[in-house]
């Protein structure tokens, strides 16, 4: 069984950081590739950015504000977020995609407020 457990969110002002972390516990196989979804009020989960086997994507709206990595010898993804934004507000979950499904974390809420 795999347990995912995420820290680091917050709340910031607009244009401040944070770096997300998610730590991952039992068997993991480092070709399964990780992400970062978010969910907003009132809005479906989207993806926020993905490694798999050190190839990164992003999706549009985060795309040179946010890096994704990942430490395989600590079992260990991260994400960190620069020039924050009000329309970043979201609960953040960590993910690891297997091939029989996806673990998901419990979430991190991160708040952009001034």
């Known amino acids: 069984q795999v347990q995912l457990v995420e820290s680091g969110g917050g709340s910031v002002q607009p244009g401040g950081s944070l770096r997300l972390s998610c730590a991952a516990s039992?068997?993991?196989?480092?070709?399964?590739?990780m992400g970062w979804y978010r969910q907003a009020p009132g809005k479906q989960r989207e993806l926020v950015a993905v490694?798999?086997?050190?190839?990164?994507n992003y999706a549009d709206s985060v795309k040179g504000r946010f890096t994704i990595s990942r430490d395989n010898t600590k079992n260990a993804m991260y994400l960190q977020m620069y020039s924050l934004k009000p329309e970043d507000t979201a609960v953040y979950y960590c993910?690891?995609?297997?091939?029989?499904?996806?673990?998901w974390g419990q979430g991190t809420q991160v708040t952009v407020s001034s």
């Open positions: 993910n690891l995609h297997y091939p029989g499904g996806d673990y």
């Open positions: 039992g068997t993991i196989f480092t070709i399964w590739p």
């Open positions: 490694i798999n086997r050190g190839s990164t």
